[in-house]
């Protein structure tokens, strides 16, 4: 079964600065998608970032980018320039192939950005 | 256009009751999953619909059962409810599933509180 850990439950950062969220899974599928969810105190689940597991190249959005290590089974997320409202739960996930709506996720890191 | 809406957003019932939730996916999204949120066990599937059919089912006990209307939009309901049932009930919707390589959706979840 895969399984998908994230290992700081929490974490914080000045803002401004840059700040890494870990992430790795475990799979013996090839082709799967990857997730970043945030979800801040209005408890709506908003996508961050998504990566292809067949694209080498790592995804990005703006100030947000991840390192895809396939073969290391981790995908991290790094937000730059944090802003205050960058402060909210974010949670990685697993899309398994054909997975249709199902989708397996870590247990969250609450990242709280300080002024 | 409007996001995925879930109605109650709030909800107190009382052991042993039952519960109906709803979900009204992003207009044209043919595909609603269902998640349950716990503090404890994080975010899990319970199930996926899409074109009234159910495609893809978690591990949760029969008490909890779901449908899809021809408007796609969608209800949960659960049976005979216990204590742990307490959780954050998370609808998400997608234009055709993972299938299709398109995101998921998420509305701001109903609250359920059983006592």
Same mark, same amino acid.
């Given at each position: 079964?895969q399984t998908v850990?994230?290992s700081?439950?929490e974490m914080?950062?000045?803002?401004?600065e840059?700040v890494?969220?870990?992430?790795?899974?475990?799979t013996?599928?090839?082709?799967y998608?990857?997730f970043?969810y945030?979800?801040p105190p209005s408890r709506?689940?908003?996508?961050v970032?998504?990566?292809?597991?067949?694209?080498?190249?790592?995804a990005t959005?703006n100030?947000?980018?991840?390192?895809?290590?396939?073969a290391?089974?981790s995908?991290?997320?790094k937000i730059?320039?944090?802003?205050l409202?960058?402060?909210?739960?974010y949670f990685c996930?697993?899309?398994?192939?054909g997975?249709?709506g199902?989708?397996?996720?870590g247990?969250?890191?609450k990242l709280?950005?300080?002024p | 256009?409007a996001?995925?809406?879930? *109605?109650?957003?709030?909800?107190?019932?009382?052991r042993?009751?039952?519960? *109906?939730l709803s979900?009204?996916?992003?207009?044209?999204?043919?595909?609603?999953s269902?998640?349950?949120?716990?503090?404890?066990?994080g975010?899990?599937?319970?199930f996926e619909?899409?074109s009234?059919?159910?495609r893809n089912?978690?591990?949760?006990p029969?008490?909890?059962?779901?449908?899809q209307f021809?408007?796609?939009?969608?209800e949960m309901?659960?049976?005979?409810?216990e204590?742990?049932d307490s959780?954050?009930y998370?609808?998400?919707?997608s234009?055709?599933?993972?299938?299709?390589?398109?995101?998921?959706h998420?509305?701001?979840?109903t609250?359920l509180?059983v *006592?």
């Amino acid at each position: 079964a895969q399984t998908v850990t994230q290992s700081q439950p929490e974490m914080s950062v000045q803002e401004a600065e840059t700040v890494t969220l870990s992430c790795t899974y475990d799979t013996s599928e090839n082709n799967y998608y990857l997730f970043w969810y945030k979800q801040p105190p209005s408890r709506q689940m908003i996508l961050v970032i998504r990566q292809e597991a067949y694209k080498q190249q790592n995804a990005t959005e703006n100030r947000f980018s991840v390192n895809f290590q396939k073969a290391a089974k981790s995908f991290s997320l790094k937000i730059s320039d944090s802003q205050l409202g960058d402060t909210a739960m974010y949670f990685c996930a697993f899309g398994p192939p054909g997975s249709q709506g199902n989708l397996i996720f870590g247990k969250g890191t609450k990242l709280s950005v300080k002024p | 256009k409007a996001g995925v809406t879930q *109605t109650p957003r709030y909800l107190i019932k009382t052991r042993g009751q039952q519960v *109906t939730l709803s979900c009204s996916p992003i207009s044209g999204h043919r595909s609603v999953s269902w998640y349950q949120q716990t503090p404890g066990q994080g975010l899990q599937f319970l199930f996926e619909y899409f074109s009234e059919t159910q495609r893809n089912k978690g591990n949760f006990p029969g008490r909890f059962s779901g449908r899809q209307f021809s408007n796609s939009r969608s209800e949960m309901n659960v049976s005979t409810l216990e204590l742990g049932d307490s959780a954050l009930y998370l609808c998400a919707s997608s234009p055709a599933g993972m299938r299709s390589n398109s995101p998921l959706h998420f509305g701001n979840g109903t609250r359920l509180t059983v *006592t």
